[in-house]
Each structure stands twice: as structure tokens, then as C-alpha cells.
């Protein structure tokens, strides 16, 4: 199929999802231009969500610099997953589905899919790997306790790869009644555009915040990079602002932009991790948020055409920020943009805007569990 950004995107999926992909395309075609849908979206935002979140400025975290944190992690479920499941959930009563499937890594999808479909009275069950599955129990918790049920998978890695293909799976042979509410800009067409557009609003706002306060744009604006729906949505409100420099922050063991190659995942061609005979190779992140071989295909395109750039960090560099941020500010982040944050001091910027797309409630076990053998 045609590709949807440059070379990337496009479908490459069984013929039994072609039927369901196309009533998905339209409707969300005729959401994107109903200014019902839209205005049904951000009352949800606002009244359930805690939309606007704010612009926090964190004064001691990085001296000589002034970093804007976007605070997502504020947000109800704690995560900017919100936006696109809530989104996502009105579409799919909008398509008469009374049952949704999703995938979760780090269970932040998990647990705003699980609650999006208990505000709405919808069936829900989420595939995560029996490996995530252990390093975020407290989100396996909360998703059950929301009545969704959790189904562990236990093959491969065991992590978020096979649970996204765990989820398609299921999709397939439940197509007429389910909706398959992806987590991130990925997937076949349109998932990357649909998400993108309910994750745009975060870019929205910071644009608009930060020129209240500041008088002018960030000189910079960074964002962590797994599949890429919280950076993807914090990009596209700064795309046309030529002189705002994007980094997207990959986690150095999963770096399929930095060091991927082209190829197809999960229904999209896109830049992944994969060997010479075109076969994935194993992702890792101390983050489960960002251990996954591939990434969104509009990153690919924005790499490919330097509007973006993207870098890397280490567990060990994300543990620092993770912790440097608690210590100087009073905010614990997640792993994921503890990424992010670790690259702020490389930046030949002043004016420092980061998406600070989590709370870290659900990394606690883990990171203090690494940062001890860290400092051991």
C-alpha cells in the first residue's frame, strides 16, 4: 500500500483487517472533520482529563539553562496516554464497538484504556508481557481493578513487542465487534495520523503557555521517543516553527532511528530494529515504556528530512535525571522522560521546553532497585 509519510506508513496487514481498517479510515475522517467530535473530545479533556496541564519551570534542575516541563504527568491516569484514549473511545462508539483490546509496555496505556472504557461501559482487555507485567505490577493492579482484564504474554521477550502482537491477533479474530485501541503513533494507516492528532493537543498548549510566559518560543524542544505518540504530539505544535530545534530521545538500547534500518513492524513500514535477513532484533530499556524495536513511521519521515533530531540515552544517564529531578524539583518522573531530561545539558539552547510525558509512581520499584546496584 502507499506509504503515508514519504517512504513510511502505508498497511501491511492480513486481508481479514483490510474491511476493518477502511471503516476505521472513514470514520475517523469524518470525526477529524466534525467539530462535534472534537468538541465532544475536549470537554472530556477538560472535565475528566484535567486539561489544560500545566508549565512547570524547574529552576535548580539544570543551571544556566531554563527548562520548561510540559507536566503530562499530571494528567488524570498519570500519563499523556489519556489524550489518545479517550479520543480513540469515542470513535469506537462512534463505530457501534462494544469491546476494545489494547497493548501496554510500562502499562500506561494499559491503565488509560482500562479506564476510558470504564467511563464509557465497554469491554476491555489489555495484552501485556509477563516481564512488563513484573516490573509495573502496581499498573496491572490498577487496570483490574478498573475491570479491565490483563492478559499476560509469555513468548519472546516478553515484553512489548508481543504483546502489540498479541493484541492484533486478537483483533483479527473478534474484527466485527472490536476496536483495537493502539497505544502509540504506530501501526497501519491511519493509527499514526489518528494518534498523532489526539496527542497534538500537548504541542498546542506548550506552544501556547510558553509564549505566555516567556514572551517568545523555546529555543529547543525535547521529548522521549518509544513508539513516540507523547513526542510525535509535543512536536506537532512547534513542526512549523522553524527556529525551535525537535530532539527526540531514544532509550540506546532500542534506538531504531539512530541505529535501525528500514523495514516492516506491527502493519507500517518504518525504521526498526532488525538483522541483515530482515529478522527483529531484541530491544532493551530499563524503561518499559520504551523497549521496543521499532518507532512511529512520521518519525522516520522527520528524521529522514532533519526537521527532527534524534539522540540517545543510557539506563544508567536516565537513572541520574530520574533521580537529579526528584532531588532538585520535587518531581518524580517516569523512566521514559528521565530519557529526555538526560540530554538537557548537552543542548547549545537556553530556553528549554520538555515533555514531561509521566509520573514515576509505577518505576519506583525498578529505579530504586537499579540506582542502588548503580551506586553500590
Not at 189 to 198: G, S
Request: aromatic content about 6%; hydrophobic content about 40%.
Amino acid at each position: 500500500m502507499t506509504a503515508s509519510f514519504g517512504e513510511y506508513g502505508g498497511r501491511y496487514v492480513p486481508e481479514t483487517l483490510v474491511p476493518a481498517l477502511d471503516e476505521l479510515e472513514a470514520a475517523w475522517r469524518a470525526a477529524r472533520d466534525d467539530e462535534a467530535f472534537w468538541a465532544e473530545v475536549g470537554e472530556l479533556g477538560r472535565t475528566y482529563a484535567g486539561r489544560p496541564t500545566p508549565l512547570t519551570v524547574a529552576e535548580r534542575f539544570a543551571p544556566g539553562k531554563r527548562v520548561s516541563l510540559k507536566r503530562e504527568d499530571l494528567l488524570h491516569t498519570g500519563a499523556h496516554k489519556l489524550n489518545n484514549a479517550l479520543g480513540q473511545a469515542v470513535l469506537a462508539r462512534r463505530l457501534g464497538k462494544r469491546r476494545v483490546v489494547a497493548e501496554t509496555g510500562a502499562g500506561q496505556h494499559g491503565v488509560a484504556t482500562a479506564t476510558v472504557c470504564a467511563r464509557f461501559g465497554l469491554q476491555c482487555v489489555v495484552y501485556m508481557g509477563a516481564e512488563d507485567m513484573r516490573r509495573q505490577r502496581p499498573n496491572v493492579e490498577r487496570m483490574r481493578l478498573l475491570g479491565a482484564e490483563v492478559r499476560p504474554v509469555e513468548i519472546g521477550t516478553r515484553t512489548l513487542k508481543e504483546a502489540t502482537s498479541e493484541a492484533i491477533r486478537d483483533w483479527i479474530s473478534n474484527v466485527e465487534t472490536t476496536h483495537y485501541l493502539i497505544g502509540s503513533c504506530v501501526g497501519p494507516a491511519p493509527y499514526p495520523e489518528l494518534v498523532r492528532e489526539l496527542q497534538a493537543v500537548v504541542g498546542r498548549e506548550a506552544r501556547a503557555q510558553h509564549l505566555e510566559r516567556e514572551g517568545r518560543l523555546p529555543e529547543a524542544v525535547l521529548a522521549c521517543v518509544g513508539g513516540g505518540s507523547n513526542a510525535i504530539g509535543t512536536f506537532a505544535g512547534f513542526l512549523e516553527d522553524e527556529g525551535v530545534e525537535l530532539v527526540g530521545v531514544e532509550a540506546a538500547g532500542a534506538a531504531s532511528l539512530s541505529s535501525g534500518r528500514t523495514g516492516v513492524l506491527h502493519g507500517a513500514r518504518s525504521s526498526i530494529l532488525a538483522d541483515d535477513d530482515g529478522q527483529i532484533v531484541d530491544a532493551h530499556s530499563i524503561s518499559a515504556g520504551l523497549d521496543y524495536p521499532g518507532v512511529g513511521p512520521e518519525h522516520a519521515w522527520l528524521r529522514d528530512t532533519g526537521r527532527v533530531r534524534y539522540v540517545t540515552a543510557t539506563d544508567e544517564e536516565a537513572l541520574r535525571a530520574f533521580r537529579r529531578l526528584a532531588e532538585t524539583e520535587g518531581i518524580v518522573p517516569a523512566l521514559e522522560p528521565a530519557h529526555a531530561l538526560a540530554r538537557v545539558a548537552d543542548l547549545d539552547a537556553e530556553l528549554v521546553l520538555v515533555c514531561l510525558s509521566g509520573r514515576g509512581d509505577k518505576d519506583l520499584d525498578e529505579a530504586l532497585r537499579a540506582l542502588a546496584a548503580l551506586e553500590a
